[in-house]
């Protein structure tokens, strides 16, 4: 009796954990939310902004951007035989 109480009282500590957990997950995932909200107004007042200052190469380069995604950019760094220096060492002696 006593073991099948201890597997009971675990489980519901385990329940009231998961539960504090959904919802720290629920409050970041808001706020989340409302920062990408806040950021894509900016965007867009911004573009606003270029276009009553007719800077269209602006405007594209912004909406060029948002369809491609996030690029990463690589860094590389080529030697004096023109070979690319691929480890920190090679790149450190450049």
Known sequence: MKKVRKKWMIKGIREKEEQKYH???KEAHKIIRN???TYMKNII????EDQKHNNTRKIY?????????YQHKFSTIRNKKGELAMNTKEKAEI
């Open 61 to 69: 380069q912004t909406v060029n951007q948002f369809k491609k995604g």
């Open 45 to 48: 007042e911004s573009m606003e």
């Open 23 to 25: 919802h720290k997950r």
């Open 35 to 37: 920062k990408k909200k």
